[in-house]
């Protein structure tokens, strides 16, 4: 099993040329709400539209929670220079046995195609492979959003297939479209 002490010790924080990945903490919850309540950014993500604040903290408690039972590392994405919560990527299914994770993100839609996410998610694909120890990273996107699929080939994964009508999302059932990367494809 792989052991992932080190990368849980404390909370890592990940530089990238334009972009700090660090803890999410209760005062991002509003900056975070932003994020989930939009209907562009939640289309595909398998959750409702958030509601009010409160649910913005109960997912930064649950990451909180998640973090420290070693299942889920999730970072607040920010620019360098601005500490404000643009959105999040990161783990939230840890298999430490099979020394995989399933990895997400979203970002606020005034930010899309700038790159952003695909810096993030480059910084954080290369901690899970090289720091952690992952072997295999997992992805999961709606085939109805084509830019997520780009920005995974973009960081180097692979397309593997579709699972049809697996996921429940807003009403309607959808297929979902599985990416991967390996520790052997590390870049």
Sequence with gaps: MLDLTNSFKTFPVL??????????????????????????VMA???????????????????YAKAFSEKRALRWAVTFQNDDTVLGTCGYHDITAYHH?????????????????????????????????????????????????ANLLRKVGFTEEGYLRARFYDNGRFVDDWFFSILATELE
């Design 44 to 62: 595909g993500h398998g959750q409702p539209v958030y509601k009010d604040v409160a649910e913005a903290h109960k997912l930064i408690n649950w």
């Design 100 to 148: 995989r994770a399933e990895i997400g993100y979203e970002l606020h839609s005034a930010y899309w195609r700038q790159g952003i996410m695909s810096e993030a998610v480059r910084a954080a694909v290369h901690f899970g492979l090289a720091e952690m120890g992952l072997h295999r990273i997992e992805a999961i996107v709606d085939p109805e959003n084509p830019a997520s």
């Design 15 to 40: 530089q990238t040329e334009r972009l700090r990945l660090r803890e999410l903490v209760p005062d991002d919850a509003a900056a975070l709400f932003v994020v989930f309540s939009d209907p562009k």
